[in-house]
């Protein structure tokens, strides 16, 4: 059997202008392009853009998990795994399109594991994409990091992270997925700038999509509503 070949494609923050040229080409040219839709949704961001390549390959939308059960969303993986494999088995080249980059935080990760593990032989390419802090950081024009201050990325979603969470002086902090502690980092943060009146917050959401939003004040975060694409960049 002649294994097709897996593709890991980074397709930035959701706007296909940030595409990279080889991404562009790959997702064009494979012969089935599998990326993500979350569940209840009725469209898909990554489905938009993989189709503004119009590729000459069937798009199939993949759900995953989201549930706190840790074998449900295990079960689901594999599943979703198993459908890329078919493809594969098939001798067929087939590109995962995942939005940001394919190897940071990124659902393509849990399936290279199990597709590498199944067949160690496979070829695999992983083609890097625009991640979306740094396209939080071009928009707001805000340096992301320079000299000596270091970057520290943070998945922000438990609430009961949120207290342990820290600001090192001379660093930025990226904090993802505040969609679900939202509130508790909005008053963990103004903390923070009771102690540091120099802290510097800057929200995005939607970066570089029609209804793209961008604050630098607490007062204006607070009053939006939570959504999935948004993150929170701090800057002490």
């Known amino acids: 059997m002649k294994l097709g070949k897996l593709y890991g494609v980074g397709i930035g923050s959701g706007n296909p202008e940030y595409l990279t040229l080889k991404a562009y080409r790959t997702i064009k040219e494979a012969d089935a392009v599998f990326t993500v839709i979350s569940k209840n949704a009725s469209d898909s961001v990554s489905k938009a853009v993989v189709e503004y390549t119009e ?83 071009a928009l707001s024009k805000t340096v992301l990091a320079e000299n000596r201050e270091s970057l520290h990325v943070v998945p922000s979603f438990r609430e009961e992270d949120v207290e342990h969470a820290e600001f090192p002086e001379n660093s930025t902090t990226i904090l993802l997925k505040t969609y679900r502690s939202r509130k ?36 204006e975060i607070e009053n939006i509503p939570e959504t999935y694409l948004s993150m929170i960049m701090v800057k002490k």
Request: net charge negative.
């Open 184 to 219: 508790a980092l909005i008053e963990r943060l103004k903390k923070e700038k009771e102690r540091c009146p120099n802290l510097q917050v800057i929200y995005g959401e939607h970066l570089g999509l029609e209804g793209q939003k961008l604050t630098f004040s607490l007062e």
């Open 55 to 137: 590729p000459k390959g069937k798009i199939e939308l993949l759900t995953f998990s989201m549930a706190k059960d840790k074998t449900v969303r295990e079960q689901q993986v594999s599943d979703n795994a198993d459908k890329i494999l078919a493809e594969l088995e098939q001798g067929k080249n087939v590109v995962f399109a995942t939005l940001g980059d394919a190897m940071t935080y990124s659902t393509f990760g849990y399936v290279f594991a199990i597709i590498k593990e199944k067949h160690p032989e496979i070829d695999i390419e992983i083609i890097p994409g625009v991640n979306s802090f740094t396209t939080l950081a």
